[in-house]
């Protein structure tokens, strides 16, 4: 039974910067692929940003340039950079872990697995 747990959500000012972090509970588990997810209050939970089995990156549009996804080279602990904030990056930040990835017509698409974090609250302030 692995346990993911988020951390590193706080309130900052627009145009700041967090780093959210996710990490799993037990020793030897990998993020071979994972996901950051967000959920704003009214709206449906959205794909951040993922990473591949391979380490390709992939974000959304309302976030490229700004964010950056990592996972470290033991693939035990992964992590969102986020600058530049905006208040509509305000919402629930939740990491994914193990979901495949695939290729479509559209592009690489990450399909969420059933393995959650509780998520961490982001607040961006005008």
């Known amino acids: 039974q692995v346990q993911l747990v988020e951390s590193g959500g706080g309130l900052v000012q627009a145009g700041g910067s967090l780093r959210l972090s996710c990490a799993a509970s037990?020793?030897?588990?990998?993020?071979?692929?994972m996901g950051w997810y967000r959920q704003a209050p009214g709206k449906q939970r959205e794909l951040v940003a993922f990473?591949?089995?391979?380490?390709?990156?992939n974000y959304a549009d309302s976030v490229k340039g700004r964010f950056t996804v990592s996972r470290n080279s033991d693939k035990n602990t992964v992590s969102l950079e986020m600058t530049s904030l905006k208040p509509e990056d305000t919402a629930v930040y939740y990491c994914?872990?193990?979901?495949?990835?695939?290729?479509?017509?559209?592009?690489?698409?990450?399909?969420?697995?059933?393995?959650w974090g509780q998520g961490t609250q982001v607040t961006v302030s005008s």
């Open positions: 994914n872990a193990g979901g495949p990835v695939s290729y479509l017509s559209s592009g690489y698409v990450y399909t969420p697995s059933g393995l």
């Open positions: 037990g020793s030897a588990f990998r993020f071979n692929t």
């Open positions: 990473i591949s089995r391979g380490g390709t990156r």
